[in-house]
């Protein structure tokens, strides 16, 4: 019974792709992703251009997101990349697209939403 509902939800999720339809971008389930550079509690704010091992842990926990959009590599660097898929999990949120990571985008990280119907910027 289960198969068969996620086979029609593949199916149904194909279909719209196929028609050009809004797809959503399904988040990992925050417990199969383990990102541990810092504790989890560590919740510093990080903006454009900061570097360091909470960096590296917000890079970890927004790959979660899956590989669309795109994997970051946790190198601590808070680089271009990382700025659009960090304001893109924002809007997903329904968070200022500020870019800022600070203590409602942390909580997102951390408790990704589950679909996301905002397209991802080019």
Known sequence: ??????LTSAAALSAAAALGLAVP????AATE????????????????GDT????????CLSNAWGGEPPQLAANGLYGTLMLKKIEWIQ?????PESGVIEGRTWQALYHPALDCYAPYPS
């Open 33 to 48: 992703h383990h990102c541990s550079y810092v504790a989890s509690g560590a919740r510093p704010t990080l903006t454009y």
């Open 52 to 59: 360091g091992a909470a960096v590296q842990q917000a890079q």
């Open 1 to 6: 019974m289960r198969r068969n509902r996620l």
């Open 91 to 95: 809007v997903c949120h329904g968070l």
């Open 25 to 28: 971008h399904t988040a990992a």
